[in-house]
């Protein structure tokens, strides 16, 4: 399926802006026909955003955000979105393969993210934290004090949205880089969230499940949480 024919079966969820259950039931079985329906997601998701950015020229963008909200729910539902019996991924840049995972899981992102990575300086990530923050999800970041000052950080950006954030304010890197979504799944490995990582560096992401992993990682999170908040 090429872009066109994408853009076509997206704009006809627009039509009222929502999706009804046929068109979700419809998009669905679309996805789980492709031979690598992960990828197909990926590429949904990728022009849904593109549209999006058309749409807000005729529409009010609470509207076009709620479309993008229902596209992304058809796209990943809330069990596989949360993590529930979903496998381990593993992801390698350079490519877009990891920032497409990463917009992606932030994107269905229900109810909070503990985000703990060294720096954030990719725009496309800072972006979608933003729109998990828009829309009610629980965001919190740590991230390195001196990293935060670098130019092109997005730390000050995400803070002037509301996002809460803590620094280390300690000699040493925090050079964490984890994220902990909706208390199911796990983002972690040498992956920075800079444009760098995913365009040149040979890096690598992995996603994981298993709740007694998640829980260590969350309990790590709520540790320098409280060490950074002091």
């Known amino acids: 399926m090429n872009d066109a024919e994408i853009d076509a079966i997206l704009a006809q969820t627009w039509d009222d802006q929502r999706l009804s259950r046929a068109e979700r039931k419809a998009l669905k079985e679309l996805i789980e026909e492709a031979g ?24 009010p ?102 996002v809460t954030v803590r620094t280390d304010g300690d000699p040493a890197h925090m050079h964490h880089k984890f994220a902990i979504f909706d208390g199911a799944r796990v983002l972690t490995g040498s992956y920075n969230w800079t444009r760098s990582a995913n365009e040149h560096n040979y890096e690598n992401a992995v996603i994981v499940s298993e709740p007694a992993l998640v829980r260590q990682f969350q309990d790590e999170f709520d540790r320098l949480w409280g060490d950074f908040g002091a």
């Open 36 to 59: 690598r329906p992960d990828d197909e997601r990926h590429r949904f998701r990728r022009r849904a955003f593109e549209l999006a950015t058309g749409f807000l020229a005729e529409a």
């Open 61 to 162: 963008s609470g509207e076009v955000l709620a479309w993008l909200e229902e596209v992304v729910r058809a796209l990943w539902p809330p069990s596989q979105a949360a993590g529930v019996a979903a496998p381990a991924e593993a992801l390698f840049s350079p490519g877009g393969d990891v920032v497409d995972r990463v917009i992606a899981m932030f994107d269905a992102a229900r109810r909070a993210v503990d985000v703990c990575v060294f720096t954030i300086t990719d725009d496309r990530i800072a972006r979608a934290m933003g729109r998990a923050h828009q829309r009610g999800v629980k965001l919190r970041v740590i991230s390195d004090d001196e990293k935060a000052l670098d130019l092109g950080s997005d730390i000050e950006k995400l803070e002037s949205r509301g």
